[in-house]
């Protein structure tokens, strides 16, 4: 049953869109609808060779797909500076970028080539920098951004103590807090640009539970097998149980980056039991996600440790 959820995807035709994560899992299913729907999309990768794998599975479905493979590593602000030079470059506006990769709990904590712990600098810290980097062609694109968080965003908290998780490193809250932190960004991008007129309507989406690679073995982050978790959601969600598939788990983000109707300031997620699978629909904030004075120091402090100055709020 899972597998017959669907959504209509508007047309994208003369729009561009940037999909991070976009070489496996929700990602490249969330490049190949966009495709599909006439956008140019940007793949941008941290892996050339996974890339291109990408780009090859896309054409075969979507023959006359518009891509363009770039490097980026999420985990680097040089990096994302660089990516953003590209872009900028190319001078051709964006009209969706959908924040959507991520990793999620290496076994001991690890840092990013800036020294931020790993899940903080990359799923957060890096999707920062990025929409710093691609501000003016997001303004000119009069763009959506949406930012995919995660179930693990409706508990825990940001320890603001310890945001390197340097006195203790605990995978799961340092997931969960990479993603609030995330949503929190996300939120309060669209509250400054409706305070400033940029003309950039911002949203969330989580995915639900499906069987992606976030809790398989990925031995470059210290996971040298997969997780038992990673084993029953792939046995539930092959029998259509509870849970999603990466073909449905993408839709809340395609539904929030591309729904005449998906607003700014709003989540979209699965609308199931548990929200953790079904089709997807607009849902209530999580409770970490409400505190709009939070968001404004989440800005703020993320701001600092990228160097990425957006234009201030006019408040």
């Known amino acids: 049953m899972a597998r017959s959820i669907d959504i209509d995807i508007p047309p994208l035709r003369g729009r561009r869109a940037v999909v991070t994560g976009a070489s496996d899992g929700m990602g490249v299913v969330i490049a190949e609808r966009l495709a599909g729907a006439g956008a140019e999309v940007v793949l941008p990768v941290r892996d050339r060779a996974k890339g291109e794998a990408a780009v090859q599975r896309i054409r075969s479905r979507v023959p006359d797909a518009a891509l363009v493979l770039r490097d980026l590593d999420l985990a680097s602000l040089e990096s994302v500076a660089a990516f953003g030079d590209r872009m900028r470059a190319d001078g051709d506006p964006v009209h969706v970028l959908v924040n959507n990769a991520g990793l999620m709990t290496p076994p001991e904590r690890r840092t990013t080539a800036d020294g931020f712990e790993l899940q903080w ?35 825990g908290s940001i320890d603001w103590d310890d945001l390197g998780s340097e006195r203790s490193y605990r995978a799961q809250r340092a997931y969960s807090a990479s993603k609030i932190a995330l949503g929190l960004f996300g939120l309060e991008l669209d509250r400054r640009s409706t305070a400033n007129a940029w003309g950039i309507v911002s949203n969330l989406s989580h995915p639900g539970v499906a069987p992606t690679n976030l809790l398989a073995a990925q031995p470059g982050y210290g996971r040298s097998s997969d997780t038992g978790a990673v084993r029953v959601i792939r046995w539930l969600s092959a029998r259509g149980v509870l849970l999603g598939t990466p073909e449905t788990a993408a839709l809340p983000a395609l539904l929030a980056a591309t729904a005449p109707d998906s607003a700014g300031g709003r989540m979209y997620g699965p609308s199931g039991p548990g929200h953790l699978g079904g089709a997807p629909a607009e849902q209530a904030l999580y409770a970490p996600l409400r505190d709009a004075a939070e968001a404004a120091r989440v800005w703020e402090v993320s701001e600092q440790q990228t160097g990425i100055a957006l234009p201030a709020a006019q408040r």
């Open 121 to 155: 600098g990359t799923n957060h810290l890096g999707h920062v920098a990025l929409v710093g980097a691609l501000f003016p062609l997001l303004q000119e694109g009069r763009a959506r951004v949406t930012s995919q968080v995660s179930v693990a965003a409706r508990s």
